[in-house]
């Protein structure tokens, strides 16, 4: 099978050279209209549910959280769609802050490589080590570098670090992290 370097095969429609297919989009958009219909008070596992089913992508799923479902894209990135309002905040708000923070607390952002309204790509990161106590220190450590650089890390945990191929220590989901006055969790919440 011949593939090109977004990892599709060759005469598959992509989009705008997005990782993505063009129906894989268009199943997104989908998802993310229903999600708006669907009941506030149905538990994550419901909504979970209904996301795979109406998405049906050909990704592996390789994690989630309360508010998103995140693909192995099987190409070294991840694609986490929104499950919730919050979910879709959060995407925009590790777009707004990737691309705008500082850099030196960038290295410590899982870098972003393509968003949209609901999605977002994701470069893939080592979640899958055994934590040493030397660990909740660097942690401890990142907490510290983020509040000198003016930003509040909110949900900073050790669920939401993982390793670079430097085996540095990264944020991946930093959705409620505040930059400045203009990120999107501070426009959602205030
Ligand atoms: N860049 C990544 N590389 C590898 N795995 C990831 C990546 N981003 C997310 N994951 C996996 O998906 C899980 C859920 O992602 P994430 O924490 O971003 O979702 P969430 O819904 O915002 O979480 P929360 O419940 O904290 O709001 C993570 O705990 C991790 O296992
Ligand atoms: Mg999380």
């Not at 509040?152 to 944020?171: G, T």
Request: contains cysteine; glycine residues 6%; neutral net charge.
């Amino acid at each position: 099978m011949l593939l090109n370097n977004t990892g599709k095969e060759k005469g598959q429609q992509t989009n705008n050279g997005s990782m993505l297919l063009r129906e894989e989009i268009l199943a997104i958009g989908s998802w993310l209209s229903s999600m708006g219909k669907q009941h506030f008070f149905e538990t994550t596992a419901q909504r979970m549910a209904s996301a795979t089913n109406t998405l049906n992508l050909p990704y592996e799923m390789i994690g989630h959280g309360y508010n998103r479902i995140v693909y192995d894209l099987n190409n070294g990135y991840v694609l986490k769609i929104a499950l919730s309002e919050i979910g879709m905040m959060a995407n925009a708000n590790e777009a707004y802050i990737h691309t705008n923070c500082r850099e030196e607390v960038r290295k410590y952002l899982c870098p972003v490589s393509e968003f949209a309204s609901g999605w977002i790509i994701m470069k893939k990161m080592d979640t899958n080590v055994r934590h040493a106590v030397i660990d909740y220190m660097k942690l401890i450590k990142l907490e510290m570098m983020f509040l000198k650089y003016g930003m509040i890390p909110i949900d900073l945990r050790i669920a939401n670090v993982a390793f670079s191929e430097e085996n540095e220590m990264v944020v991946i989901d930093y959705g409620l992290f505040t930059l400045d006055r203009k990120s999107p969790v501070l426009r959602w919440f205030i």
